[in-house]
């Protein structure tokens, strides 16, 4: 008897001490950081405001200490670049616009190579992430960065104006089918040409034509939809210039159903306009559609519908516009960094994230259904993140940007003609690949 409770009493000390250890190497896990620093650099606007008022919770849990500097994308790009070709190490973790993730592709630890969390739970598996924000963090087939913010330029309409009987019993008398979401690019013509109607204060298209990145990513949306590209993979010329004049003149048709002062619409001018009732329909990213729904400042608030953007000749297709995290091979504190990375791209912080603006690329969030009926353009999003179409995929991309939205904006101004204005800049992008030794 006494052999028995002396094997029990030893069996229950080993099974304590195991406990024990294991409670003192969770213990050690928690304190690996104890005393590390990282400098991590984003750009500004809500979503990294809230990603800021959070970072306490992470420290508490991790013992990583973040020193978080924001800046606007304007400038961030300049301060990224400065300092991972100075090869300064200054920041461990750095946020990246996609278009530029080539230019800085090579600066980047791949994500396969970031280190095992050691206090969180897991790594991200990017299957939980949609793909065509996983592709924005993509160069040359090998994923550079964590996407966290999940923009995707889709369109957005007037439901109130699309349920009134009134419009649609004229509707369909004029056009002979029902008033309902566009499926085409020629059905939206017809809704835009329907709505305009300036002596109600009414118009039908919400343009993008500040000469900035967004007219750029307005024309490169225009001419997916019409079957035709910029590059090739491999960086090879391929617009077919016959659809891209194509394109351009099925703008010009949209245009003409826009409001006055239609050749300088920005963010602030087509916010405003689509907020105080001019507008019916439009592309707009996400991470800007709170801005509808606000009922202290707009009028449509509750009146927005959402849907997957129409098909063109060349079917349908959406911009994305992604941010992702990426760990410089120079950084310090590249575990830590990565750690903070998981952190930020979880469920459990996304679901914190999304009240304050965050563009969510994890599926559970956009498919939640308690937050697809809070923003109910979830939904929408998701549908145009499976067409998703990737801006030009090129390190000069600056440049090739700055191209295209100069001979689109020319176009729609009638400086220059559709055709002239496509062939001038086919014939520029061209000149661009040769100078970069791209053009074979």
């Not at 689109?408 to 970069?436: C, H, P, R, W, Y």
Request: glycine share 6%.
């Amino acid at each position: 008897m006494r052999k028995r409770n002396l094997v029990l009493l030893v069996m229950a000390f080993l099974v304590l001490s195991i406990i024990g250890l294991s409670g003192c190497a969770k213990k050690e896990d928690e304190q690996t950081y104890s005393g590390t620093t990282i400098r991590v650099l984003v750009w500004a606007d809500a979503h990294t405001e809230a990603v800021k008022a959070l970072i306490p919770e992470f420290e508490e849990e991790t013992g990583i200490k973040v020193v978080f500097e924001d800046l606007p994308s304007s400038n961030l790009t300049e301060k990224i670049a400065m300092n991972l070709v100075g090869k300064t190490g200054t920041y461990d973790l750095v946020a990246i616009d996609e278009p530029f993730m080539p230019k800085f592709a090579e600066y980047f630890v791949p994500y396969t190579e970031w280190s095992e969390p050691k206090v969180l739970d897991k790594k991200i598996d990017l299957d939980e992430l949609v793909e065509a924000a996983v592709q924005g963090a993509t160069w040359k087939d090998t994923v550079y960065g964590l996407p966290v913010n999940g923009n995707i330029y889709m369109m957005i309409y007037r439901k109130d104006l699309f349920e009134n009987p009134t419009h649609q019993q004229a509707f369909k008398e004029k056009y002979g089918y029902d008033l309902k979401q566009p499926e085409t690019l020629e059905q939206l013509l017809d809704v835009s040409e329907y709505f305009y109607q300036p002596e109600n204060g009414l118009y039908g298209w919400g343009p993008f034509t500040l000469t900035s990145e967004g007219v750029t990513v307005e024309t490169m949306w225009v001419l997916r939809s019409f079957g035709t590209r910029i590059l090739s993979d491999d960086l090879q010329p391929v617009l077919d210039k016959e659809k891209a004049v194509q394109a351009f003149e099925y703008y010009k048709q949209l245009l003409n159903t826009s409001p006055a002062g239609k050749l300088a619409f920005g963010h602030p001018e087509r916010i405003q306009a689509m907020n105080v009732g001019n507008l019916t329909i439009m592309l707009q990213w996400p991470g800007i559609i709170p801005d509808h729904e606000n009922e202290e400042e707009s009028m449509v608030a509750g009146k927005v519908g959402y849907m997957q953007n129409p098909a063109g000749p060349g079917g349908r297709a959406a911009i994305t516009g992604v941010w992702a995290l990426a760990i410089p091979k120079d950084a310090e504190n590249k575990a830590a960094a990565a750690e903070f990375a998981y952190w930020w791209a979880s469920k459990e912080a996304g679901e914190k994230l999304v009240k304050k603006g965050m563009s969510p690329v994890r599926k559970d969030l956009l498919t939640d259904p308690d937050l697809q009926k809070e923003y109910p353009w979830y939904q929408a999003q998701l549908e145009n993140f499976e067409i998703g179409v990737n801006r030009p995929r090129f390190p000069e991309y600056s440049e090739i940007s700055d191209v295209v939205r100069t001979y689109f904006a020319n176009a729609l101004s009638g400086e220059m003609t559709s055709e002239q204005a496509v062939n001038e800049m086919d014939q520029k992008i061209k000149e661009i690949l040769e100078q970069n030794g791209y053009l074979k």
